[in-house]
């Protein structure tokens, strides 16, 4: 059981991300004490200067372990780096950066003492985890306006729980985006889509979706759709429809400023857009040019962005996404006319490196500038704030709008969607994408150690873009990605306009593929159960090892393998021309070797460490002592899929239970207890 | 024992990377076959064009692997990746670069038919390894002038060895280049020198070099000391080698464009300078602003550029190192001018995505334009050669000029250089380190993958800039770094202006960095030893354990360990918060766990896996049977660890012998056979 406990500094800002009410404690803040002090700050080149030093401390012990802040960069463990929650558009999620497009401000310390801390706040914040110190934490806010939670629990899971209880249910999507989908940046037209759906089916590559990037748009007007490549688009989803493929498009958070285009003049005749100091409409640039952004963060602004994707709903659609909601800006009219008359003005003729630089820089910080976030303003019940304070809110606003709309306008259906930039509290209203990757072998890693976090934070609909988006892809990185990504309850291929071609079908491997996702397929029973499972009883569905075996040494170091529900162990290889990797068993397990559905090898180890062989073209993975992982044959789609007969792969030895939950995966009647079944096997 | 040959098409430039003749060959070129066709090409979206193929393929096995290519990102074994050999000045060193700032063009395939290959070719290359289809090689050169290298061999290491004497002895430094140094870009003054050697001395961590970056210089001019912050330089030289350390200053290819500078009316007088088209010199802009390269490809220019080194050894210099050698361009004077002209044209009030991308665009692509090296000239034996016809030449010509000028110059002293291009013969003239690497612990692990391809390839002085050189390190990552630097024969520890001071006693724990830079200290005995018979035998000093391992399964695939010359295995740690790592040991062996020189443990382990804990502060590493390590007690720098008592660390179970190479480490009578010792150790 888990003890929660709420402080509060200043005046808050209400993020809606808890749905509890906890009262607010007037003792002093436990495990933290609060540093206020000037200090001699070095520069990292012998300058130094005189800096307020104001954080929250924390000394910690030598073993202990820090889990949590969402995504982010680095380890399971969270230890030794310094990150900041600063939803940013950022392509490059190399190892120091400090933040990536979410902002997910809980963290587990575990080991000398062992508690969790929420930190609810809007805006920037800096959390040293072991940087500047290896031992101390050093927590940062841009101002002391803020709700901290302390929870204690018997357990890190105990914690965890309580955590989820706090910020309230997780999205569930619609059975079918357990689906496999592909997607690029870059399909222009409704010949590309079904050219991508023709070459699955003919090569029998399982296949539910099929995303559609900005490129569907009208000049990248949200909600519209490209008359002339995408002619009759109601006919086409519904074309796409009987070939089992859901259409998912695109939404962005700016919109653009054009005569004539209704969002457009809609939200300016409300006053639904974020306003400039003057009370005129802050004017930045994203895809279609200049927009505005719809204040998501004003309850009236929200409704009526939400509505908006009914268009869509009404020809079809029945899954977005939303992107560039952190949100991105490639330049403000303010800030690029500055830009311009410095160029100008700049002596271009003989420019020395630091001129040259600054030419350079000067360019390159056009985009999400700090100075263009400190110069708009929301309107929150009545109040206008500066977008800064917020910024973290943005895309949980956005995408709320949607989830709010979808509970109006379908009420009786679910809707799928996801978003790139989030804050705890989204989780209640979609899922998230990991952003824009890259074709890195690092990025597999990266993506494993991701999902524990994230669900940690109440992300359960979540995974990264398969093969990757950025930089060209190869056919083994793609496989070994794959084979971590049929555990992801978001299972996509998506590229980059100018990469290579990483469609499955692309690569001579044709039937490693097919096979491949046809586990993924074949695994749906089990890993929807799970999804189900840690849904409604505010679990996780990805846990590390140390959650699980708390006592282990080695468990607790283990940052490349994860627990996938109750029942499995997946340990992926992240290496080129890897022929296997190192695999520790905290616990006796039957290692499953799948080629296909149809070809599955068993072997029952004894607990210890093992070097496990692993062939490009197959699955590994691990059952728990008398744990069940029921699954079924493949099918094309999904829906094929449900209609083939139920199988049980276990490692019994007494005898094992299993909670197969199954359901119409549309409705929301959730708790009907006739969508679980009882599943037994008794040792022979 | 091996058979080299030579196949030569069109008419390849001399690029005198090898020292042997060999005999052209009149037969057909074996293993590969030409391949001439027109293709269909996509663009990755979906766009094809017709592209002339034309290509050397070969078909690998599906065991194959690939060896070589010197200085790349990636693994051990380079299969299934596309290289560029195309010297770049990339600090960014991603896994999907292709170029990093060298050109070493040669491999072996070891698999279903094992075969060496040098390709002599100084213009840009391609090397498909297995990218678009992964069981192909494909060599495209841009055209068809070069000379090509067969070699075959009973193993590995014996092409490896064949291909070594083919290209000559490698460079052979002083030996108190093996003491340990540090730098940093942003030491301004004298008096930031001596501040560095304090921490070092005060600390009690041992030091041998202080590095100059460009801040030394007088307004970024080569061979120019700044009279401001470093006056009466040749007393400070000296002041620093009463203190045992060796200043080591930064060499720039650009030279800067200044009336009254004498390297700058020299060379215009002597036309040393590399011209344009019209004949006139050509204008580039480095650090300095506008400046010529030397045309370090012509022999008389070389030897004027290299005589400028005299000017810093008469001030009581011994070292250097050569950068921006590829050379490296921020803006051309004809490129600066369009793009300037271009800026100003665009509208830039209403910019759309596309229109803020080329503006973006056309600022970032200033610098190493490809354009600009297609626009300069080199005379060589008086004939005009387009620059990217000869571009990976630059960097070698810039270290020969060095090279033979110190030959010239201090014939009886070694002197230390290395650079940051090369091209293959250019080992002969001094070493490289690894560039401008980045604070990632995946860095850790590139370091160690690229030393034995480096040694392949000739270069012995080598290593990379400990705890990176861009971003911001860590504590843990540094001395996880310094426990493989420790090993590698340039060991320095570098930074980039702006980053995170790291010099080691910055950090808390000053012990573990005495102690781990002491066992340094402590091994250089061996270290030498294994250096000096490596250069002097033509073999590796480091070795994948595919080489030594040949028939052992696992070792093949091994991408995380070397052997460190006869008797040393190691297998450094390289990810935050582990506690240690798996090994592999393809033999029993004894494991060494050194918390410093004077805290040694042993234990014998047999031959298979294991998981090793490695605290922070402890190195580890292994002996192989029969094999010995000898050290010593580590001084405060290199002279002093002389003087102290040699000892020896062994694995014997019957009997081993060692050979110690020992000198003045200064004189170049290499071959003396007093140098070398026989050491006996018998069982008891």
Wanted: with cysteine.
């Amino acid at each position: 059981m888990s003890k929660i406990r709420r402080f509060s500094i200043g005046n808050p800002i209400n993020t809606e991300a808890v749905v509890q009410k906890v009262p607010i404690e007037k003792g002093e803040l436990p495990y933290f004490e609060r540093i206020q002090q000037m200090e001699l700050k070095s520069d990292g080149d012998a300058q130094e200067t005189m800096v307020q030093r104001d954080e929250l401390w924390y000394r910690m012990g030598q073993e202990d372990r820090i889990y949590g802040l969402g995504e982010n960069v680095r380890g399971i463990n969270k230890r030794g780096w310094i990150y900041e929650s600063n939803c940013s558009d950022d392509p490059n999620h190399t190892e120091e950066k400090r933040s990536l497009y979410g902002a997910h401000n809980f963290f587990v310390v575990n080991g000398a003492q062992t508690f969790g801390m929420f930190i609810d706040y809007p805006g920037k914040l800096v959390l040293d985890m072991g940087y500047e110190r290896m031992d101390e934490i050093r927590i940062m806010p841009q101002d002391w306006n803020l709700d901290l939670y302390i929870l204690e629990g018997d357990t890190v899971l105990d914690i965890v729980k309580g955590f989820r209880k706090l910020i309230g249910r997780s999205y569930i999507p619609p059975k079918w985006a357990f689906g496999f989908g592909q997607s690029r940046w870059g399909y222009q037209t409704k010949e590309d889509i079904r050219t991508v759906v023709r070459g699955y089916r003919k090569n029998q590559i399982p296949l539910d979706m099929v995303y559609l990037d900005i490129d569907y748009m009208e000049e990248f007007k949200d909600f519209t759709v490209n008359q002339q490549r995408f002619p009759d688009f109601p006919a086409f989803v519904e074309e796409m429809k009987r070939e089992h493929i859901h259409l998912v498009p695109i939404i962005d958070a700016g919109v653009k400023i054009e005569e004539g285009y209704d969002v457009y003049e809609e939200g300016v005749k409300e006053g639904y857009f974020c306003k400039d100091q003057s009370g005129k409409e802050f004017v930045g640039a994203v895809w279609p040019g200049k927009v505005h952004f719809p204040d998501v963060l004003n309850r009236e602004a929200r409704k009526w962005f939400g509505r908006n994707y009914k268009s869509l709903l009404d020809q079809g659609i029945e899954g977005f996404w939303n992107d560039m909601n952190e949100p991105a800006i490639f330049y403000s009219e303010q800030n690029l006319e500055g830009v311009v008359k410095k160029l100008k003005s700049m002596k271009c003729q003989n420019m020395d490196m630091w001129e040259i630089f600054e030419f350079r820089d000067q360019v390159n910080e056009l985009a999400n500038n700090p100075e263009d976030y400190q110069s708009f303003y929301h309107n929150m019940e009545g109040k206008s704030i500066r977008h800064d304070k917020v910024h973290n809110l943005y895309g949980f606003g956005m995408t709320r709008a949607a989830g709010e709309a979808f509970e109006e306008l379908e009420p009786d259906k679910r809707i799928l969607i996801f978003s790139r930039s989030s804050y705890i509290g989204m989780h209640r209203y979609g899922g998230i994408w990991m952003g824009d990757n890259k074709s890195w072998w690092s990025h597999l890693l990266l993506n494993l150690k991701m999902l524990p976090s994230l669900n940690m934070c109440g992300f359960l609909y979540t995974g990264a873009d398969l093969g990757g988006f950025g930089a060209d892809t190869t056919e083994d990185l793609l496989l070994r990605w794959m084979a971590l990504g049929i555990f992801t309850p978001l299972m996509r291929n998506h590229a980059a306009l100018g990469t290579r071609e990483q469609e499955c079908y692309q690569f001579t491997r044709k039937e490693a593929f097919r096979n491949l996702i046809g586990v993924r397929y074949g695994l749906t029973p089990y890993l929807y159960s799970e999804y189900m499972k840690a849904a409604l009883r505010d679990e996780m569905m990805f846990l590390p090892l140390a959650f699980v075996y708390p006592e282990d040494e080695y468990a607790k170091d283990v940052e490349d393998q994860l627990l996938v529900g109750e029942s499995i162990m997946i340990a992926p290889v992240y290496t080129q021309n890897a022929r296997g990797r190192y695999v520790y068993l905290p616990e006796p397990m039957k290692l499953v070797r799948l080629a296909s559905m149809e070809q599955i090898q068993t072997e029952v180890l004894e607990q210890g460490h093992y070097y496990i062989e692993t062939p490009l073209e197959e699955v590994v993975f691990f059952i728990r002592p008398e744990k069940i992982v029921p699954y079924t044959q493949p099918g094309q789609y999904l829906e094929e899929t449900e209609e083939k007969e139920l199988k049980l792969l276990h490692f019994v030895t007494k005898s094992a239970e299993y909670e197969l939950y199954q359901d119409d995966g549309y409705s929301k009647d959730y708790e009907n207890p006739a969508h679980v079944k009882k599943l037994h096997v008794k040792a022979e």
